[in-house]
């Protein structure tokens, strides 16, 4: 097992098969913090020299999202929007549009579990430092969350909030997008085989010398347990868990995925984990599941075509969605 397996992916974990030890010696490994998470890319060609310069690219990528969409960085266009499109509309990138649109279609499909407007309330927590709002604090905040008071002007390609008091936060869909970012990158550049993380999303482009990758999911509460092993190629995974960011106080976790109807954090699972051909996808419906809770959740992955998941549920319970059942 390679050393990046079990240290640096916090959540699921990266299995290698070893079929041939001279080739997986000549690939490209890469690693570093950004986006508050910790980055990874493992790249191979037969020219060395432009697997390098891949692995070089997917820290570059994670670095240009960062900086449009950290709602930390006073000069991020997210933190624009947050500052002044309650006033006057912001005119943005194409690319951070295109998320916040995205992003508005997973609110319509799972019914507002996926908001990026829970940062009107989520902002008043800090995780770190065990911080959280009082009852009173999320009731003066929560009208603030809902998608619908974001406007978009696509001629204009500019964000509007339609009341004060909204923030936005692309924290459960910006790593899978930056992924897939790297991931078309690769692409261009002709790379057929690489494997990049970002935290708990994590796409594969081809298999890894002719096999395919194996990726572990870990148990959310006994760390030390795998609860799977999946094998895959050219697909994207993501897992959400509510042991990511948070704080346990009076036996209550709370943690950094927020229901939008409560302002307060979902409770229903302990961790989910997606699986699908893009990783967009598989970030924003990992969080989504997360919200929806075991029952809608599965109902949800189960409607979706060429969309897999596995849900441990509130009491450990480990649920599949329909195309990992074991059929007789
Ligand atoms: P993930 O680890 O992909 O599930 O993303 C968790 C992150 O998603 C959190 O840190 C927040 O930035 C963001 N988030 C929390 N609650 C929601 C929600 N209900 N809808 C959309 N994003 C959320
Ligand atoms: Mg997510």
Known sequence: MNRFSLEVISFVVIVFLFGNVVAANEWVTREASIMGTTIHAEVWHEDRKLAEQMAEQVLQIMEQVNASMSPYLETSELSKINREASIVPVKVSAELFGLIADSLEYSRLTEGAFDI??????????????????????????????????????????????????????????????????????????????????????????????????????????????????????????????????????????????????????????????????????????TSVFVLGPKKGMELLNSLARIEGIIVDADGNLLYSNGLQTTE
């Open 117 to 286: 407007t829970y940062a009107s309330v989520g902002y008043l927590y800090d995780y770190r430092n065990a911080v959280r709002p009082d009852s009173a604090q999320i009731q003066a905040k929560l009208p603030g969350i809902n998608f619908t008071h974001v406007k978009l002007n696509r001629t204009a390609n500019s964000v509007g909030f339609s009341v004060p008091g909204v923030r936005i936060d692309l924290g459960g869909i910006a790593k899978g997008y930056a992924v897939d970012l790297a991931i078309d990158r690769a692409r261009e550049l002709g790379i057929k085989n690489i494997l990049v993380s970002a935290g708990g999303d994590t796409r594969i482009l081809g298999d890894r010398n002719g096999r395919p990758w194996i990726i572990g999911v870990r148990h959310p509460v006994d760390r030390n347990r795998v609860i799977a092993k999946i094998p895959l190629v050219n697909e994207a995974i993501s897992t959400s868990g509510d042991y990511e960011r948070y704080f346990d106080e009076d036996g209550v976790r709370y943690h950094h995925i927020i229901d939008p109807k409560t302002g307060d954090s979902a409770r229903s699972v302990h961790s989910v984990t997606i699986i699908g051909p893009v990783a967009t996808d598989t970030d924003a419906l990992s």
